[in-house]
């Protein structure tokens, strides 16, 4: 069985920094699609990130372009999303989303609030 704990979200101040976590049991990031999606109060889910695991293409969320990393850890199984220059409409509920071949799994998420 597939599960994936995001963890490292919390308060952060407007132009700081955060560490999101997810780590996973019972799937090999490096041999899954991995993603990040958030989803605001009122607002739909989007995709911020995502990292392929066939030969590691990387995409962004125009919005977080060049303020978010995505990475991961293959010893550790986890896959990382490093949000610098935090802007309060990054408020949102963060998401690791996995893909392995036809199946998708998602984590329970990890508020992040962004507020002086």
């Known amino acids: 069985q597939v599960q994936l704990g995001e963890s490292g979200g919390g308060l952060g101040q407007p132009g700081g920094s955060l560490r999101l976590s997810c780590g996973a049991s019972g799937c090999t990031v490096s041999r899954s699609g991995m993603n990040w999606f958030r989803q605001a109060p009122g607002k739909e889910r989007e995709l911020v990130a995502a990292?392929?695991?066939?030969?590691?293409?990387?995409n962004y969320a125009e919005s977080v372009k060049g303020r978010f990393t995505i990475s991961r850890d293959n010893a550790k199984n986890t896959l990382y999303l490093q949000m610098n220059s935090l802007k309060p409409e990054d408020t949102a509920v963060y998401y690791c989303?996995?893909?392995?071949?036809?199946?998708?799994?998602w984590g329970q998420g990890t508020q992040v609030t962004v507020s002086s």
């Open positions: 990292i392929r695991s066939t030969g590691g293409a990387i």
């Open positions: 989303h996995a893909e392995t071949g036809r199946l998708r799994y």
